[in-house]
C-alpha cells in the first residue's frame, strides 16, 4: 500500500494577508525573525485515526482481493472496528475493510461519494473498477468500505461451497425437485459453517449495516457525504436515508430495490417478467417477429434442450 500524499491547499476560510510595517526598524526585525509557520493543511481523509462513539477508524494496509484492484496501489486504506451487535456493546467486535481512492482532480470538493455494494453479499472494495470505469472519482474521493461478513470483512461469512453449487448447478435441470434438494443441502453446510465461527446471524442485516456506515463517516471526521448504491446497495442506501439521514448531501440509486421487496425471493419472478417483456416486444415488432418467429416458444424448447443435454466449452479468463 502506497498512502496518498496530502495536496498542498489553502487552509479553508483563511486569505493570505499582507501587513505593512509601520516603520523601517519593525521591518527590519521583521525580516530578521523567522517566519511563522502556515497552518497545517488538512490531513487527506482517511489517513487519521479516530474514534466515533463505538466504532474506531484505523489507517492501515489496504485488504486483500480475489481479483486485482489497480487502484489500491493509490488508495488510502484502513479498518473500521464497530460492535456485531449493537444492542450488546460490550460483546464481540467485527472489523470492516475500508478503501478510499482519491479524486482525479487536484482540487477535489470536500464531500465524498461513499460507494454501496450490491447482493447481498458483494464486497465493496472488490467494486472499485466499477465506480472508476463510471468516472465517480472525476471531482470527489471515493469511499469504499466491506459490508459485514463479505469478503473483506472480519469475520469473513462466505460460503465457498454454494459457488460450488452454482458451478455445478448449471449441469442440471433448473427447476427438478432433486435440484432444490441439492441447494437446501449446499445452503445448510454454508449455515452451520457461519455458526461454528460465532457469528450472531441476527446482526448481519440492513440495520445494522446503516448504523457501520454512519459511524464510518463521523469516525472519517465528515460533516456530509454523497451516497451512491447499486442493486442491493440501492436498498441499504434507502434504509440509511430513513435511519441516519444526518450527514447525507446526496443519494443516488441505480437498480432500484425498495425495502418492501424481499430481493432474494422476487429474483426469479423479476427474471421472467423481463423475458416475457422482451418476447412480448418482439412479437410487436413486425421485422423482429418475422426473424424470431414463436421466440418464446423457441427460448423454452432451447432451455429443455440443453438440461437434457448441456454443451461444455473451455474459455481463458483474461485476468
Not at 1 to 11: T, V
Request: positive net charge; proline residues 10%.
Amino acid at each position: 500500500m502506497s498512502l496518498h500524499p496530502p495536496r498542498p491547499r489553502r487552509a479553508p476560510g483563511r486569505l493570505p494577508v499582507l501587513l505593512a510595517a509601520a516603520t523601517t526598524g519593525a521591518l527590519v526585525a521583521g525580516l530578521a525573525t523567522p517566519a511563522q509557520a502556515r497552518p497545517d493543511t488538512p490531513a487527506p481523509l482517511g489517513s487519521v485515526a479516530r474514534t466515533a462513539g463505538d466504532a474506531r477508524y484505523a489507517p492501515g494496509p489496504c485488504p486483500r482481493t480475489a481479483d486485482p484492484v489497480p487502484a489500491l496501489e493509490t488508495a488510502r486504506c484502513g479498518t473500521l472496528t464497530v460492535p456485531e451487535d449493537r444492542s450488546r456493546p460490550k460483546g464481540r467486535k467485527i472489523t470492516l475493510a475500508v478503501a478510499i481512492v482519491p479524486a482525479a482532480t487536484r482540487r477535489p470538493a470536500p464531500d465524498p461519494i461513499v460507494w454501496f455494494a450490491g447482493g447481498p453479499g458483494d464486497d465493496a472494495i472488490s467494486e472499485i473498477p466499477l465506480a472508476l470505469n463510471g468516472d465517480l472519482n472525476r471531482d470527489r474521493d471515493l469511499v469504499f468500505m466491506s459490508q459485514r461478513g463479505t469478503y473483506s470483512a472480519v469475520p469473513e461469512l462466505t460460503c465457498p461451497n454454494i459457488d460450488a453449487f452454482n458451478a455445478r448447478a448449471l449441469g442440471l435441470v433448473s427447476n427438478a425437485p432433486s435440484t432444490g434438494r441439492l441447494h437446501v443441502q449446499a445452503t445448510r453446510v454454508c449455515r452451520d459453517r457461519v455458526a461454528r465461527q460465532g457469528a450472531r446471524r441476527s446482526a448481519y442485516d440492513d440495520i445494522e449495516s446503516s448504523a457501520d456506515y454512519d459511524a464510518l463517516r463521523r469516525a472519517l471526521g465528515l460533516k456530509r457525504w454523497n451516497v451512491f448504491g447499486i442493486s442491493y446497495g440501492t436498498h441499504l442506501a434507502l434504509n440509511y436515508m430513513r435511519l441516519h439521514p444526518r450527514g447525507i448531501r446526496s443519494v443516488g440509486i441505480d437498480g432500484v430495490l425498495p425495502p418492501s421487496i424481499a430481493g432474494g425471493a422476487v429474483t426469479w419472478k423479476a427474471a421472467r417478467e423481463g423475458f416475457d417483456g422482451l418476447f412480448a416486444a418482439c412479437a410487436e415488432q413486425p421485422d423482429c417477429d418475422a426473424r424470431y418467429p414463436r421466440l418464446k416458444a423457441t427460448f423454452l424448447r432451447l432451455v429443455r434442450e440443453l438440461e437434457a443435454r448441456p454443451i461444455t466449452t473451455t474459455v481463458t479468463v483474461p485476468v
